[in-house]
C-alpha cells in the first residue's frame, strides 16, 4: 500500500464515519419527543424527579444506564414491578430485602413523594429506548422468592407471580403478603378466565375490590399467571 492510498483510506473513513455519526445524532434529537412522550411530562412526574433526586436513588440506581450500579436498573421497575411492588420496596426495604447481601435504605419517603415517584417511574418506563440497557427488562428475584419457586415449582406464571409484586399482597405455601387471600386452593374457586379476567380488572368483577387492577402485565403474562393459579388445587 501506497502512502497516498493510506492516507485516503483515512480521510474518506474519518470523514464517513463522521457523517454518520452525525446524522444518528441529528435522528435521535428528531425522535426524541416522540420516543419521550413528553406530551405525558405532567406537574406530578417533574415532581417525582426531583423526589428522585433529593433522596439520591441515583447513587445506587441507574435510569437509562445512568447512575450507580450498585442497585438494580429502575427503567422498566413499574413493568416489571407495578406500582404496588415499587411502594412496597421503597416504604419497607429492610422487609423485602431482608435477604440479600444488597441493602437499601429506608429513607423515610413520604406518601405524597411516593405517589410522585411512581409518576415519574412510570413516564420513565413509557420511553421507547428499544429495550436498552436490555438488562432490566428481566424477571429478578428475591432469595425468598427463588425459595418460593423452589417450593412451587418453575413456570412462566409462577415466574410471573413474583415479578409482578403480587407475593407483596398474596401467599403462596405460607410465603408473601397478607393484604389479599392466600391462593394455594384458588384453581378450585376459579377457572383461567376467570383468573385473567379478575386479574386484569378486579373492580369489572367487584366494583368494591380492594385488590388493584394488575395493568402492568401482557395479555400472555395474564394468560400464563392465570394458568399457574388454576392449576393450584
Ligand atoms: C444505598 C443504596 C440505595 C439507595 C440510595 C436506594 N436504593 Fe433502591 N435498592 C438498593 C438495592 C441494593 C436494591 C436491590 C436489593 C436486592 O434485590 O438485593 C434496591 C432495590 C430497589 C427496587 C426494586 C428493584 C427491582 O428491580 O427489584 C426499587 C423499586 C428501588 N430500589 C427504588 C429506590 C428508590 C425510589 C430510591 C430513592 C428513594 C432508592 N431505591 C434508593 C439500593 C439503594
Ligand atoms: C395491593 C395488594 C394486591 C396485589 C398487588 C395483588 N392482589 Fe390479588 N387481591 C388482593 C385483595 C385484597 C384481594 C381480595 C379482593 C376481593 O375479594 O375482591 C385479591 C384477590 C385476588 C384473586 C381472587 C381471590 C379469590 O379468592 O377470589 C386473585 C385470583 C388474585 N387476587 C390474583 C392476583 C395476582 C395474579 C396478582 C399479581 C399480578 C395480584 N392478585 C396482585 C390484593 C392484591
Known amino acids: 500500500m501506497t502512502k497516498k492510498l493510506a492516507f485516503w483510506i483515512f480521510l474518506v473513513g474519518t470523514l464517513s464515519s463522521a457523517a454518520i455519526f452525525l446524522w444518528l445524532t441529528w435522528d435521535t434529537h428528531r425522535q426524541v419527543n416522540a420516543l419521550a412522550h413528553v406530551e405525558n411530562l405532567s406537574p406530578q412526574v417533574v415532581a417525582g424527579k426531583r423526589i428522585f433526586e433529593k433522596y439520591n436513588c441515583n447513587d445506587c440506581h441507574t435510569i437509562l444506564g445512568f447512575g450507580g450500579y450498585y442497585a438494580p436498573d429502575l427503567t422498566k421497575v413499574v413493568r416489571r414491578l407495578g ?59 428475591t432469595r425468598g422468592e427463588q425459595r418460593l419457586v423452589a417450593q412451587v415449582g418453575i413456570s412462566a406464571g409462577a415466574a410471573v407471580f413474583q415479578a409482578a409484586g403480587c407475593m407483596n399482597c398474596h401467599s403462596l405455601n405460607g410465603v408473601g403478603g397478607a393484604v389479599g387471600p392466600a391462593l394455594d386452593t384458588i384453581g378450585r374457586e376459579l377457572s383461567p378466565a376467570e383468573i385473567k379476567q379478575f386479574v386484569h380488572n378486579p373492580h369489572g368483577i367487584d366494583p368494591t375490590s380492594p385488590m388493584p387492577p394488575q395493568t402492568q402485565l401482557t395479555d400472555t403474562e395474564l394468560d400464563e399467571v392465570a394458568n399457574f393459579l388454576a392449576g393450584l388445587k
Not at 92 to 109: C, H, L, N, T, Y
Open 83 to 141: 406500582p404496588a411492588g415499587v411502594r412496597m420496596r421503597v416504604n419497607s426495604p429492610e422487609k423485602i430485602f431482608a435477604d440479600s447481601f444488597r441493602k437499601m435504605p429506608r429513607q423515610g419517603v413520604t406518601a405524597e413523594e411516593l405517589d410522585q415517584l411512581v409518576a415519574f417511574l412510570t413516564w420513565v418506563g413509557n420511553i421507547d429506548n428499544g429495550d436498552w440497557p436490555p438488562q432490566d427488562s428481566r424477571v429478578r428475584l
